[in-house]
């Protein structure tokens, strides 16, 4: 079947390397962000997310940075491995204080090289 | 392990036929929503439910409806299958329970393995 990745942009990084996949956001009332993985052929698996009120978190070989200034996002992965090789999404909550509705950026490929 | 099950991971169907794909989730969330994803366009939301018999349109309704008799149940029904509904299917589940009055609610959004659905 096709996959989701064809279209996107793609970053190749080699193993070991650190990535870095940016997104920007559209909505400046928004105040939370996620970053998801997802791998051929599975639906989307969280990775990290951020509160607006925090310029950067990290979690296990992954750190997001937000600047509320610019709408930006970037999700930083050290040490890039084979099982990282992936589309990576940023998600941002654009109705904080109603029902939940995240909107979802295209993606980015990631291809980790060996 | 939390969990949200689609029905199919393949369906293949004819156009002009109903078409149901079901999505159950064991986590006792409240919010629950099914989104299309294509090659280029990303998700694009279809419907969503805050609670069971509620419903809420997304971004790209037409063609579409849904059914939330039970609070762990989703369905999404095709009434008339067309080629141009031949994408992959995801449904997601998250909730509101830890959000107090007035207060933003910050939660991820949980999601199944999807459907592949063509219709031909």
């Known amino acids: 079947g096709e996959s989701v990745g064809l279209h996107l942009p793609t970053l190749s990084v080699q193993e070991g390397d650190n990535s870095i996949i940016n997104c920007a956001y559209s909505?400046?009332?928004?105040?939370?962000f996620i970053w998801y993985k997802q791998e051929s052929g599975k639906g989307p698996q969280f990775i990290i997310d951020?509160?607006?009120?925090?310029d950067k978190r990290q979690g296990q070989r992954v750190t997001v940075l937000l600047n509320k200034t610019v709408k930006h996002l970037s999700l930083q992965i050290a040490a890039t491995q084979p099982g990282d090789s992936a589309v990576y999404f940023c998600a941002e909550n654009t109705r904080p204080y109603g029902n939940n509705r995240l909107a979802f950026g295209k993606g980015n490929q990631v291809v980790v090289i060996p | 392990d939390v969990k949200v099950t689609q029905s199919s991971r393949y369906l293949v169907k004819r156009t002009g036929e109903k078409v149901f794909l079901e999505c159950v989730q064991d986590m006792d969330h409240e919010n629950m929503f099914w989104y299309r994803q294509d090659p280029g366009l990303g998700l694009r939301l279809i419907y969503f439910s805050y609670d069971v018999k509620m419903k809420e349109k997304g971004d790209i309704p037409e063609g579409y409806s849904v059914s939330r008799e039970k609070k762990e149940r989703f369905s999404l029904i095709l009434e008339s299958a067309s080629t141009n509904q031949t994408s992959m299917y995801l449904c997601?589940?998250?909730?509101?329970?830890?959000?107090?009055?007035?207060?933003?609610?910050?939660?991820?959004?949980?999601f199944g393995p999807g459907t592949r659905l063509t219709v031909l």
């Open positions: 997601a589940s998250d909730t509101d329970r830890d959000r107090n009055r007035g207060q933003p609610a910050y939660n991820e959004q949980f």
């Open positions: 951020i509160r607006s009120n925090m």
């Open positions: 909505n400046s009332a928004s105040d939370y």
